[in-house]
């Protein structure tokens, strides 16, 4: 009679346990039938242990075994034994059990897709059952590594005076840039309330209450386009700290990331992050979140390539270029289906000029009709280009140009393998600007949302020339992804009220909207500043993924829908009725 469920996990028996009486509980992961014996693989989320039944030992037992199916609960007894062909991928593999007592606890339907570390499940069918794909040790692994950076950031937090404070999620729409998800008040017919961007107008709150250093690991829900880094509904490490300037919280959080990478994967930077202005960001990588595992950083052409005759660089603000090392072997085909690449509406390019620097010493180009053996070497010298090397070049206006010169630097920087997973390299974008123009509206919008402050030496400039003003507002990008930012916050009504004003917000429209911040502002709030961390990003950013669905347990799809629950669904017209809305 089998009174306990487990003695032992199934990842836990080792060779010193030879000899012991063991039960374990878990799920069948494999049956193999050889002869007279039968084996099974047992699962559990610790690991897989082998057991072993022998028709010559108890030919009973052995049939019982052999009617088990894929993903059966059982439970068993048996004897530790060693094992005579040793596994050696996996921990309990020098060992297995034989069998003596079997039970099944639950049987199983056949799963839809294999559930092992390599499955024939694809995307969808896994996001359906995703209770099953949970089981498979690789996705296993990503929830380990998100619980223990959690568990890290708490740790680390905490003993940085950083206090936990929930914030609600029924509130009042926070303007992040986002849609906001809305909620109807049934009790407050005709309204709604908003699932918050983010904690951002709490966070301040508590600092004006004089909480000083808060912390809090937050859903935040937007509702916007997704992405392979975007879901509806994410988490942020979510900081505040008050009497700070943009240097500690810059140094605070600097440490938090060391801590991390120490503690949840040994790894160590050396020195500090280096920094970056936003706009030598924009100049050097045409990107906010410069990859910077690589170079191939873009050259200024202007002052060689413009007025050569040759129209489409002549007519373009920017000509900007990028030198592939090694690569003046590219097959004109190879060449062709770059240029096919840049084309395609997601990068959006008209064309792709290229030049190929021979090994020879001679320079081959696609628009050698307009420019002479010197003129390209000067496109050389500019883009330190070598013999060997192949020159990439693109035209438009800054903002284009730049924008699809960043995709086809990160395209190469894949193609030629320089965006190793395994190598981590962090980045500080600092000076972010206050304001961008917003062409759909006719308005300037806050880039960082309008809680950010202006630089001292550059409020002057609110008026005159907004989008010069610069922001007190910082980034942490690692390989090519935005970790996180925040930033020293306005704490003084009169420029919280300039700031809405230079938004375009009236001043009954910014009081409907932020009138309890600013009243707050007017009982002593101190300086503050913070930011927040993308949890979900920046634990598949450690684990050397760009998707950051596979870190979330329950994720949802690139239509926004949970498709095992079946979410988003009509509601019953009870419920409407209740909430007095009508369907249109
Ligand atoms: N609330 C900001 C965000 O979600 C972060 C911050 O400014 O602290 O991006």
């Known amino acids: 009679m089998i009174i306990m469920y487990r003695t032992h996990t199934c990842g836990e028996l080792r060779i010193d346990n030879v000899g012991n ?24 989320r610790y690991g897989i242990t082998q057991l072993t039944f022998n028709s010559s030992v108890n030919e009973e037992l ?95 937090l905490d003993s940085n005076d950083f206090m936990d404070v929930e914030t609600p999620y029924l509130i009042k729409s926070t303007p992040e840039g986002a849609r906001d998800f809305v909620v109807p008040s049934r009790m407050n017919p005709g309204e709604f309330y908003a699932l918050p961007q983010s904690p951002q107008t709490f966070k301040q709150l508590l600092m004006v209450s004089g909480i000083d250093r808060y912390y809090q690991i937050v859903k935040c829900f937007r509702d916007e386009d997704l992405r392979a880094d975007r ?61 910077i595992r690589f170079g191939m950083e873009f050259k200024n052409l202007n002052s060689v390539a413009k007025n050569k005759g040759f129209k489409i660089f002549d007519d373009a603000e920017l000509v900007l270029g990028i030198t592939a090392k090694e690569c003046a072997v590219y097959t004109r085909k190879q060449l062709d289906q ?28 696609s628009v050698d009709k307009f420019y002479s053996q010197e003129d390209l070497k000067e496109w050389a010298e500019t883009m330190e280009a070598s013999p060997g090397d192949l020159m990439l070049v693109l035209s438009g206006s800054t903002d284009e140009v730049r924008s699809q010169m960043n995709d ?10 320089l965006r190793n997973p395994n190598i981590f390299k962090p980045l500080w974008v600092i000076d972010f600007p206050l304001l961008e123009w917003d062409q759909e509206s006719e308005r300037y919008h806050a880039m960082h949302h309008p809680f950010t402050s202006p ?130």
């Open 231 to 291: 879901q509806p509904e994410f988490t942020q490490i979510d900081c505040e700290m008050s009497f700070i300037n943009q240097e500690e919280v810059l140094n605070v959080f600097e440490r938090l990331i060391k801590h991390l990478f120490k503690t949840c994967k040994n790894i160590e930077f050396e020195g500090d992050f280096p920094r970056i202005t936003y706009a030598e960001a924009m100049e050097r990588y045409g990107s906010d979140k410069p990859d």
């Open 408 to 417: 086809l630097r990160l395209h190469m920087g894949d193609e030629l393998g």
């Open 455 to 584: 630089k001292d030496e550059d409020i002057h400039l609110l008026d005159t020339a907004p989008e010069k003003v610069r922001a007190n507002a910082y980034d942490l990008a690692m390989n090519g992804v935005e970790l996180g930012g925040g930033s020293i916050r306005i704490h003084d009504k009169q420029l919280q009220q300039k700031m809405f004003e230079v938004l375009g917000f009236t001043q009954e429209k910014a009081q409907e909207q932020f009138g309890f911040l600013m009243d707050a502002f007017e009982y002593g709030a101190p300086p503050h500043g913070g930011l927040a961390f993308g949890l979900d990003r920046l634990v598949a950013t450690m684990g050397g993924s760009e998707s950051i669905r596979d870190y979330i347990a329950f994720p949802k799809n690139n239509a926004g829908r949970d498709v095992m629950i079946d979410a988003p669904a009509p509601i019953d017209q009870e419920q409407l009725d209740e909430l007095q809305l009508n369907i249109k």
């Open 21 to 44: 009486e063991v039960t374990l509980s878990g799920w069948i992961q494999r049956i193999r039938e050889m002869g007279g014996m039968t084996f099974i693989d047992l699962r559990d």
């Open 62 to 156: 052995n049939q019982e075994a052999r009617k088990l199916g894929r993903e059966y609960v059982i439970q068993i007894s048996g004897e530790v034994i060693e094992r005579s062909s040793k596994n050696n991928n996996i921990p309990t593999g020098e060992i297995e059990i034989k069998v003596n007592q079997l039970k099944v606890l639950n049987a199983s339907k056949t799963p839809p897709f294999t559930i092992e570390n390599e499955t024939d499940g694809g995307d969808e069918l896994r996001m359906k059952y995703r209770y099953l794909d949970l089981r498979r040790e690789p996705i296993l692994e990503k929830l380990r590594l998100r619980n223990k950076v959690a568990l890290e950031t708490r740790k680390f």
């Open 338 to 365: 770059l240029t096919d690449w840049v084309k395609r509406p997601q990068v959006g390019a008209k064309g792709l000029v290229y030049c190929r620097y021979n090994e020879d010493g001679t320079l081959k180009s």
